[in-house]
Structure formats: C-alpha cells, structure tokens
C-alpha cells in the first residue's frame, strides 16, 4: 500500500467512526479561537475550556484584550500553564490585529504567524475552522498518529509534517482529517496505551502491519 493510499483509506475509516468532525475548543469568534489555541500550548483543550468563559466575559471585545493589563489576563489563565507569556502574547496580538490589521483576523497562515504567539499550528487552525481554507493542524496526535500510520517517516518536526501530509491529503479533507485524528488519538490510538485489537486502521497501519499491535 501506499502513502497515498494509506492516506485515502485512513481518511475514509476516520470519517466513518468520528462524523463530526469539530474542534474540541470552545469558542463563539475568531479571536477567542486564536486565543484558545494559544492558551492550548502544553495544555489539555478540557482545561482551555474551563478557563476561558471567564476570560471572555471579563475582556469580551479586541479593545478589551488590547488595553488589558498582561498581569490581569495571566491570573485568568494561570492554571493553562506558561501564563505570564501566554498573556503577554495574548496582549499583544490583540494589539497587532487592531493596529495593523483593522481589528481582523487575518485569513492565511503567513499573516497569522506575524501575530505575537501564534505558529503554523494555530495558523492553520484558524485558517481551516474560520475560514474554511485546506490546513493541516499538526498537534501531538497528528504528529504522532500519521507517524505510526506509516504517513511520515519517523518525522517529528511539526513543519515538515505538515508538508508531507499536505502531499498526501485531499485539500477538502484535510481540516476534518486533522480533528479525527485528535479524537482518534484519545480514543484509540493513545500515546502510552494505543488498543490495536480495536483500531479500525489494523490493515494500513504500518506499525501494526510490522509489529503486530504497538
């Protein structure tokens, strides 16, 4: 089988088993998505969750994070961990996007990866959930998962990730593709644990094809 073969059949079994195929941070706008998925960094989406509802509510608006105090916003998110950066590039990014950029999320990832904080990971993130443009989201389960698979070769930089499955996906699936894979990764294919005996990939897995089960 090939990779892109390999690719298809995963896109297709993954559909099958997970449908919806959403985001797991909770957000209303693009703003509270770029800031979620900054807050996500070494950080469990679950925790993201429960800390910003307040975090919105207190700076509801662009100009409210812009004029924010960095210390006020990290006693928001200090249980995110990493929150005295993560505030100060929430900070400054709402005031880049209101200075240089009319109070707009930008809608591609080279404009989005000018913003304080933000990398290709989120970059894409935002560029396929708001804007519905082919992305490729290579978080620890998309990294982790396309190199068990057999999409990568033992690749572990998110960058060069991206450009191998960027090779291999259908544009229009690409997006889905990446947010199955981070229910999938919880699901089945786990870090420690993955349960091979259940895994609906068994026949184009590469690992299980060479190992048996991981």
């Given at each position: 089988m090939t990779k892109k073969e390999r690719a298809l059949t995963s896109v297709q079994?993954?559909?099958?088993?997970y449908p919806d195929?959403?985001?797991?941070?909770?957000?209303?706008e693009p703003l509270q998505l770029l800031i979620a998925t900054r807050l996500s960094a070494q950080c469990t989406d679950a925790r993201v969750n429960l800390v910003t509802p307040?975090?919105?509510?207190?700076?509801?608006?662009?100009?409210?994070f812009a004029d924010?105090?960095?210390?006020?916003v990290g006693e928001y998110i200090r249980s995110c961990g990493l929150y005295k950066t993560k505030a100060r590039d929430i900070v400054a990014m709402a005031n880049k996007l209101r200075d240089d950029y009319g109070g707009v999320v930008p809608d591609t990832v080279e404009e989005l990866t000018k913003l304080p904080g933000v990398g290709r990971k989120t970059a894409n993130l935002v560029c396929g959930d708001i804007y519905g443009k082919p992305a490729v989201?290579?978080?620890t389960h998309c990294i982790r998962i396309s190199n068990r698979i057999g999409l990568c070769d033992n690749i572990k930089d998110p960058y060069k990730v991206e450009v191998q499955l960027r090779k291999l996906l259908p544009p229009e699936?690409?997006?889905d593709f990446c947010h199955r894979l981070v229910l999938f990764g919880r699901d089945i294919c786990s870090a420690r644990a993955p349960r091979c005996a259940d895994c609906p990939l068994q026949d184009c897995c590469g690992s299980f094809k060479k190992n048996g089960a991981l």
């Amino acid at each position: 089988m090939t990779k892109k073969e390999r690719a298809l059949t995963s896109v297709q079994r993954l559909k099958e088993r997970y449908p919806d195929a959403i985001c797991s941070l909770t957000y209303r706008e693009p703003l509270q998505l770029l800031i979620a998925t900054r807050l996500s960094a070494q950080c469990t989406d679950a925790r993201v969750n429960l800390v910003t509802p307040a975090l919105f509510e207190r700076f509801p608006t662009l100009d409210a994070f812009a004029d924010a105090d960095p210390e006020e916003v990290g006693e928001y998110i200090r249980s995110c961990g990493l929150y005295k950066t993560k505030a100060r590039d929430i900070v400054a990014m709402a005031n880049k996007l209101r200075d240089d950029y009319g109070g707009v999320v930008p809608d591609t990832v080279e404009e989005l990866t000018k913003l304080p904080g933000v990398g290709r990971k989120t970059a894409n993130l935002v560029c396929g959930d708001i804007y519905g443009k082919p992305a490729v989201v290579t978080d620890t389960h998309c990294i982790r998962i396309s190199n068990r698979i057999g999409l990568c070769d033992n690749i572990k930089d998110p960058y060069k990730v991206e450009v191998q499955l960027r090779k291999l996906l259908p544009p229009e699936e690409s997006n889905d593709f990446c947010h199955r894979l981070v229910l999938f990764g919880r699901d089945i294919c786990s870090a420690r644990a993955p349960r091979c005996a259940d895994c609906p990939l068994q026949d184009c897995c590469g690992s299980f094809k060479k190992n048996g089960a991981l």
